[in-house]
Nanobody
Framework: QVQLVESGGGLVQAGGSLRLSCAAS????????MGWFRQAPGKEREFVAA??????NYADSVKGRFTIFRDNAKNTVYLQMNSLKPEDTAVYYC???????????????????WGQGTQVTVSS
């Protein structure tokens, strides 16, 4: 069982930056693929970024602006978000899944565990 707790959300102006954190419980954190998804009001939850043993994967909408990285010693995965846009406004969710890579990291069904979400609001 893995428990995930996100933090770092908030209100920021367009062009600003935020760093989200996701702290995971459990002793096998390093073996999990970790992902970030987001859900804007009235929209379905969508893939943002993921990191596995083979590297990172990003949605086209955030490439070049967001960076996902992890610290296995701290059981934490981060999402550094730069050049934020109003359309990035959403609840951001952290997820953990067993050893998925490549395009499989984009599918919600690949993940077994989810956090409660953290709100990110970007004002114009």
């Amino acid at each position: 069982q893995v428990q995930l707790v996100e933090s770092g959300g908030g209100l920021v102006q367009a062009g600003g930056s935020l760093r989200l954190s996701c702290a995971a419980s459990g002793r096998t954190f390093s073996s999990y693929t970790m992902g970030w998804f987001r859900q804007a009001p009235g929209k379905e939850r969508e893939f943002v970024a993921a990191i596995s043993w083979s590297g990172g994967n990003y949605a086209d909408s955030v490439k070049g602006r967001f960076t996902i990285f992890r610290d296995n010693a701290k059981n934490t995965v981060y999402l550094q978000m730069n050049s934020l846009k109003p359309e990035d406004t959403a609840v951001y969710y952290c997820a953990a899944g067993p050893r998925v890579t490549g395009r499989d990291t984009e599918w919600q069904a690949s993940y077994d565990y989810w956090g409660q979400g953290t709100q990110v609001t970007v004002s114009s």
